[in-house]
């Protein structure tokens, strides 16, 4: 099924068809700093909030702040609305003379986080990448935790150091022990890596003792970025047992700037993997399949490193919603959960270096000859993602990009 | 050293003398639902931005809003200026009919959360009460995790379900497995606990790539809440492996009204415990000691059931702090960190149901006669604080108060 065609240019192979429509936060420098809410189409930002009032729109209202979480609240039938509304003013041409001069180049602007993080959660999800680290960081044990069949795995993560793509990785110090007879140091980590993830973002919130189902994913879960869980391995391992992962994680997390409504991902919805044992009852999707044919790719100082595949997860962002909120745990605008390392089963699949380095233990070549374990000062990497839209081609999220940086930068 | 006496009737042995002067978020059920920022005195509160404004203090547009953040942001000049303030319209006469229409009886109030909530951590740092619950937990291994005296244990917690005192503790429901050789359920939680905790509540942000040290510490945090991080001890057990405590938390943590300053505790300052190993220098608190000689009383449907003494706890607030942002993690107005269960050494002394029912195995005797583990339905647990004042006599925080209830109450 063909969609309607836009009247803006859409270059071929864009991330940012008619089909795709997603949000973001941004600023353009020659007008000063303030941020608005903006819609990537092809080479192009529409001021989605100023192209609403110069067509009268009546949900000019929710799109006048600087982040997405007021149209987030309102829940889906609003955005369903509002992305009709979108979609006639930049495919029927007589929205063009109200509608055209909020179209801004995308290479004019600035992007920011597209949205306030309320909560943050990050999940243990690929079976492939957890039996990887498993095998990596447990040697000696059973890969798997003894409840990763029984429920998704997760922990809460630190809100205030989720930031937009680009934002330096600065490589960060802590308490690590180099090996287990020596008294641990305070430096900076040896062991730096990303996690390529999906992120998903919470748009309606729910009540204190009320846990949300499986079955009311699309009515609480506006969309999608991508998403980049900084982690220090070496600060990780020291720490984190018995209470998890802590300031091993917590110095950054980078997203993409483009959230993907799940309206737009309709054409990736395909069947998740079987599961065995099968999921308890309030984790049971047979009626709510939400695995998402999205595949990562992953760049490592400009060469592509990975193909992580989404459709490979154990568990899907529906199925995290329902473990999440199982307890009773009320959910704010804004809540974002990651969807843990995307691994697939082959190694050009893998999602982390912990796992194409196999903990360090194995470098891989770089294009020059050199080798590569966990990230060097000046490494660039930069996470894309791809989907199939809606009426054929596919559509992206942007990139979620960091440098690294030496700790004594300012 | 006596202090200046208060103008206002100031009850023998209330938490509130003029030495304390916490901040809380009230409301008059009378006057509507708006919120506003008070100071507790005696058994009254003070609407500390219409007094403000009643005496043309350049800081009443810090307290317009309905929570203490903007006060917190301030920075401790404008905490020292803003206590001087209510100090002397509090006890010089002259102020009297200025301040006097903006006092309340606080039986008349309704209290709120004193402050929006940026991120939650929760760390783990009294020795005794890791010790016992590393017993009770892991019977088979060393009851301390290895890197427990090297660094304060902790984690991130959820945010969002950070609630007020007398906020309902609805029983969670949650997967469990209750033996070693069935599979999981999902059932409401059999082992409900409370961990009673301080509380400490950031005021000024630090940048994102920036260590704030021990020694920055009172620039930072403005001060202390009495805290209950309510626990389901069998979710827990059967998620926690390896990413630390998540559902068997996240569903509430409940804090007391009153948001009492770090300048109303310089009398409670006290040396820390010895330690062995010494810690690392970014610990090294010799020339910060931050120990604090606040003593929790913990009643269980009315009676007391255990005094823990936080001036006990292996690591202090200061070292929590500068752990907590090592990383270079950044900190904003309105986080909120938790000291982990406050337990002495002594079994009247534990800050949790796990340490006096020993897990569940040895059920400690009611007054009736009748015999309690975990908390039951119905079950009533307030949580005080008590602290030497400056000029004599003690201060509090008001209370945690939280009664279970069934799931199935709307």
Redesign the interface.
């Known amino acids: 099924m063909q969609g309607p065609s836009p009247w803006v240019p859409v270059p071929e192979n864009s991330q940012f068809p008619l089909s795709n429509l997603p949000y973001g936060s941004f600023s353009i420098e020659t007008e000063g700093p303030g941020r608005r809410v903006g819609v990537a189409i092809g080479d192009h930002v529409i001021d989605v909030g100023a192209a609403a009032r110069a067509t009268g729109s009546p949900l000019s209202h929710l799109l006048e702040g600087h982040v997405v979480n007021p149209l987030m609240a309102a829940g889906p039938q609003t955005w369903n609305e509002l992305r009709a509304a979108v979609t006639a003013w930049l495919s029927d041409t007589r929205y063009q003379d109200q509608v055209g001069p909020h179209l801004i180049p995308r290479r004019q602007v600035t992007m920011h986080l597209p949205f306030e993080v309320?909560?943050y959660?990050d999940f243990?999800s690929s079976e492939h990448h957890a039996l990887n680290a498993g095998r990596i960081l447990?040697p000696s044990g059973d890969p798997l935790?003894?409840?990763w069949k029984?429920?998704p795995?997760?922990?809460?993560?630190?809100?205030?150091?989720v930031?937009i793509s680009g934002?330096?990785v600065?490589r960060?110090?802590?308490?690590v022990?180099d090996s287990l007879d020596v008294?641990?140091?305070?430096r900076p980590s040896h062991a730096l890596d990303f996690e390529a993830e999906l992120g998903f973002v919470v748009g309606v919130p729910s009540d204190?003792?009320h846990?949300v189902p499986l079955s009311a994913f699309e009515d609480h879960v506006f969309g999608v970025v991508i998403l980049s869980d900084w982690s220090?391995r070496d600060?990780q391992a020291?720490?984190?047992?018995?209470?998890?992962?802590?300031?091993?994680k917590?110095?950054?997390t980078s997203v993409s700037p483009w959230l993907v409504p799940l309206a737009a991902l309709k054409a990736a919805r395909t069947d998740p993997p079987p599961r065995d044992?099968p999921p308890?009852?309030?984790l049971d999707d047979a009626d709510h399949p939400w695995a998402l044919d999205i595949t990562l790719e992953i760049k490592l100082n400009g060469r592509v490193i990975s193909r992580p595949p989404f459709s490979s997860m154990y568990w899907t962002a529906a199925q995290q919603l329902a473990?999440?909120t199982?307890?009773?745990?009320?959910?704010?605008t804004g809540?974002l959960y990651g969807s843990g390392t995307i691994s697939g089963p082959r190694p050009d699949q893998v999602g982390s270096l912990l796992e194409l380095s196999w903990g360090g233990s194995k470098p891989f070549q770089n294009p020059d000859g050199s080798t590569h374990t966990y990230l060097a000062d000046g490494d660039e990497v930069v996470i894309t993602g791809s989907a199939p839209a809606a009426g054929g081609g596919t559509l992206g999220f942007g990139e979620v990009r960091g440098r690294v940086v030496d700790?004594s930068d300012t």
């Open positions: 309320g909560d959660v243990y447990r935790p003894p409840s029984y429920l795995v997760g922990y809460q993560g630190r809100a205030g150091t930031a934002t330096p600065r960060p110090s802590g308490q022990r008294t641990p140091s305070f204190l003792g846990a220090a600060i020291w720490e984190y047992v018995p209470l998890g992962p802590f300031l091993g917590s110095f950054l044992p308890l009852s309030y473990q999440m199982s307890n009773g745990a009320s959910l704010r809540d700790p």
